[in-house]
């Protein structure tokens, strides 16, 4: 309780503010025999004794685990919480794009076994079963998909930097906590490996090895050059690109119209400062005249909220309460205008 007065300043903690407001983080470690959903019960009970009466159904305590602090947004937040949405369109986008780099391999795939029909049915000729043929497919798209993952990890080292510097973070690929991210990476190779080695094995089995190895070689070809999942992955991959390059310009537009419009207002010469000093707020008009009063300072104005958030000063009070119960100081922010 003492560090709040750090974050929100000392007039929360004095006398007669209510417990309704305003919002502070409360960190409580229960007991291993405890469950929250008892705890949120007996909160109910201390709302009745602490809270007003017009209160006590319509206000609710926020319970929080404390792994769920940089995906789930309260108010008042110490630290921005990262929405997950955010992260799944991310995740979504991710998928498309390796499902994309998937689908043009195994295009690549259908088109190299054209060349290699006759090798395959020598290969069934002199014994060689299935599973065996299906191995050696799933073999290859391993050893090309080691070479590409290594590729790739030596692309996000070498760009890593610049992309941190460019998103203001310090993302770190490798790090003692990341052996569940390798593991992964190596599991997501075996699987894509099997995906894409699956679909030309399927492929190629429909043919009889008679026809591979006689005078059909050209029909068969020609048979393989228009079979059904080539078109319909060709059809998925463009269709995929499609949509990606059209959200894309979607987003830039959206950025260019955020950066290019007018705001109605300078934000270089714009100055907002937190007032945390009760007697500031509750002498605002001396604080102003005294601020407007300095060189460069245009005017010189407060607000509770900014109009993009949300707060406790949208509460709607009930009809039979009258205005003067809650008779808040609701400068909370001052802004001021530069020359």
Not at 136 to 162: H, K, R
Not at 288 to 311: C, H, M, Q, R
């Amino acid at each position: 309780m003492p560090s709040i007065s750090h974050v929100m300043g000392t007039w929360v903690l004095n006398s007669g503010k209510s417990w309704h407001y305003p919002p502070m983080h409360t960190f409580v470690k229960l007991t291993e025999d405890q469950s929250i959903s008892r705890v949120q019960d007996q909160m109910k009970e201390f709302n009745k004794t602490n809270l007003p009466d017009y209160l006590v159904d319509t206000y609710s305590f926020q319970f929080q685990p404390f792994q769920e602090i940089h995906f789930t947004p309260l108010e008042g937040d110490i630290a921005v919480a990262v929405r997950p949405t955010y992260l799944y369109i991310l995740v979504i986008i991710a998928i498309m794009i390796l499902a994309i780099a998937c689908v043009n391999y195994i295009n690549l795939s259908l088109s190299r076994l054209i060349q290699r029909l006759r090798e395959i049915g020598m290969r069934r000729i002199l014994g060689a079963q299935n599973r065996q043929i299906l191995f050696q497919i799933l073999t290859e798209s391993v050893l090309y998909l080691a070479i590409a993952l290594v590729l790739a990890i030596g692309l996000v080292n070498f760009f890593l930097p610049t992309f941190n510097h460019l998103v203001d973070k310090q993302l770190v690929l490798w790090d003692s906590q990341n052996v569940v991210l390798g593991l992964g990476i190596i599991g997501m190779v075996v699987l894509i490996a099997a995906l894409v080695s699956l679909f030309p094995a399927l492929a190629l089995f429909r043919f009889h090895v008679g026809g591979i190895l006689k005078s059909e070689y050209t029909k068969v070809s020609r048979r393989f050059s228009g079979f059904s999942f080539k078109n319909s992955f060709v059809i998925f991959q463009f269709t995929v690109a499609i949509g990606l390059i059209v959200a894309t310009m979607i987003v830039q537009y959206q950025l260019s119209f955020i950066r290019t419009k007018d705001l109605g207002l300078q934000p270089d010469q714009t100055m907002v400062i937190p007032i945390r000093d009760e007697a500031v707020q509750q002498n605002f008009e001396a604080v102003k005249n005294t601020l407007s009063s300095i060189s460069g300072v245009v005017s010189v104005s407060a607000l509770s909220n900014f109009p993009w958030e949300d707060g406790f000063y949208g509460f709607l009070l009930p009809s039979k309460v009258k205005a003067k119960t809650l008779k808040l100081t609701s400068q909370r922010y001052l802004w001021m205008k530069i020359s």
